[in-house]
């Protein structure tokens, strides 16, 4: 889907990997931004190597590259521990949100703070934000490297006050 | 490796899609047995999508499909809940143990009790043993797909009494 | 396609890579024989590439690989000529057999000798012939490796009398 | 290798899906040349594919594929009318360059003309041109989608003016 709309801020309950990190302060940056679930099938085999892949592509440019672990089910196994161990193992070096609850409390909607604000359908999502803060693309499921290149070239061609 | 002694029974300390199995009691049949951890990267990334595909492929033969939970490493997130969950996310429908550690304490050795008995190196690990019950190959790592159905298909084409 | 029949004879108008090879005197070893044509996407993407696995993973075995050019379209262009230079490119070294037309002339039939007595639909074809010349698979389309390769270790499996 | 200078004008003796086409015609849009022979094995199972992924991925753009057969070796089988062949096999509906000799003659010199002009050391070969007619990438070999979609996004996120 292709967007063009002022990116909601994100609410993190915790960061791996980074101090804390607003969507504001990085403004004049463009953002990948990939929503997974450490348990979920497409991001763990496709979704994740992808943006381990972008992270790796990029690292000279100034684009950055952001995960978003929006988990709405199975909380009790998908813990902070449990991702903390995961990103060890899977070698993810840049930086992880916890997507956050209302009150820290998984009962007190379906959905995390942040899938609710971006109305993410589910894991995993990729979400391209411009120099301005726009949202120019959100995907829910799989984007081709291709594709992908292209419009994160885009984004980094782009100048912040021109864009 | 190509190896040729008898495989040494599994330890399991809980099965999940599957009452309690013995290799003893599968005894004329082949099987195949991957052990894996459900947060390492290579057993969810191409031995676990393998190992499915094997127990598709050879649904009609009498090959026994199993994965063993070898968890040798980060026991506080890889609980028998969170592989429960693994399992359910994944379709793994094959009867799966939980690789026992002696008095069910993971303290006791860096090692649960089968991959000691097998002299295993790591996960994943991929065993083939025969109608007989000797243990014709183990590799730690990855197999490619023709090598391993070639081995398959020498298992199930030996017969239980000639083997 | 499971089949069970003696496997025709070929006909084969020029050998690359050995001298005249007849499927009777193969007798008591099993044939991995695959038709192609040289400018066929398919075969040249897919079937060809995995007839060199083959080639290279069963080289310990008495398996015979064998390829077939069965040219059924643009005989101006791929020519033995031609044919000899994909060889050459691709490095392709095991015995490659050119499909023969009656009197050498494409004219008389849209398809060549052994293309019609196989009964082939087009290329690339696989076909499975056992230690005793039983056709026992003929696949036209691509065959994935896991059941490839177990088709071929049921074939090496069997002994030359048993079979 | 990146590069940046001017991109020479090719020399092509025969056009395929196209009436001739010179690069200074193209001046203002962004050109995406891929060198390839078409029994050279990576052009055709990497190269050639790719090519065709992006001349779909971006037929939306203004962006150019074309490609140019540059043949240094085997021309009595690499001929335009197997050429010819390989494009209606393939289904490649872009334009192609044959890659002339001085006079026609291919014992006039070992490279053609255009990959003398380019300098490029086999096939495959990619080039990427920009709005300004500046060569910017020449790479031998295989380029990831990944990467080469960040590059053609760039190019065609320039303005021809600001270019």
């Not at 196994?77 to 060890?88: E, G, S």
């Not at 990729?126 to 594709?147: E, K, N, T, W, Y």
């Amino acid at each position: 889907m292709s967007v063009q709309r002022p990116a909601p801020e994100w609410s993190v309950s915790r960061w791996f990997n980074s101090a804390p990190l607003s969507l504001a302060a990085l403004r004049g940056r463009p953002v990948f931004l990939h929503a997974f679930q450490m348990l979920c099938p497409g991001c763990v085999q496709h979704a994740v190597p992808q943006s381990l892949k972008v992270a790796q592509a990029f690292v000279q440019s100034d684009l950055v590259v952001i995960g978003l672990h929006t988990v709405f089910e199975h909380h009790h196994v998908m813990t902070p521990d449990a991702l903390q161990v995961y990103l060890h193992e899977n070698r993810i070096a840049y930086p992880i949100g916890v997507d956050a609850y209302r009150d820290d409390d998984p009962s007190s909607h379906p959905l995390p703070l942040t899938m609710q604000a971006y109305a993410m359908q589910g894991t995993p999502t990729l979400c391209l934000i411009d120099r301005r803060g726009m949202l120019r693309r959100q995907q829910f499921g799989l984007v081709d490297d291709l594709h992908l290149g292209a419009e994160i070239g885009t984004l980094l061609a782009e100048s912040a006050s021109r864009a």
